[in-house]
């Protein structure tokens, strides 16, 4: 079993950064894939980003390349997405997520979820 917490969602202005975290306890995470996802109001969930076990490899959705990074310290276990030129559309509860394979995270089916934690951008 997996717990994730995800913290550091909070309301900016259009163009500002933030970065959240998501810390893992229980079973190791070191060994899987971690991602974010994202849903606002009256929407589908979806995938944001994704990094491999070792941090080797990353995917991000269209909507937030070059705009946003994951990286992990597995040390820590903890994941982050760094968010940067923020816009109003990016307004959404943000999940952390982990999975056994990338794959699971393309289906919008990991195997273990966090909370959430608010992101809301003004303009």
């Known amino acids: 079993q997996v717990q994730l917490v995800e913290s550091g969602g909070r309301s900016v202005q259009a163009g500002a950064s933030l970065r959240l975290s998501c810390a893992a306890s229980g079973d190791t995470v070191s060994n899987y894939p971690m991602g974010w996802f994202r849903q606002a109001p009256g929407k589908e969930r979806e995938l944001v980003a994704i990094i491999s076990a070792r941090a080797g490899t990353t995917y991000f959705a269209n909507f937030v390349k070059g705009r946003f990074t994951i990286s992990r310290d597995n040390a820590k276990n903890t994941v982050y997405l760094q968010m940067n030129s923020l816009k109003p559309e990016d307004t959404a509860v943000y999940y952390c997520?982990?999975?056994?394979?990338?794959?699971?995270?393309?289906?919008?089916?990991?195997?273990?979820w966090g909370q959430g934690t608010q992101v809301t951008v003004s303009s």
């Open positions: 997520a982990v999975g056994p394979a990338f794959t699971n995270f393309y289906r919008v089916a990991p195997d273990y």
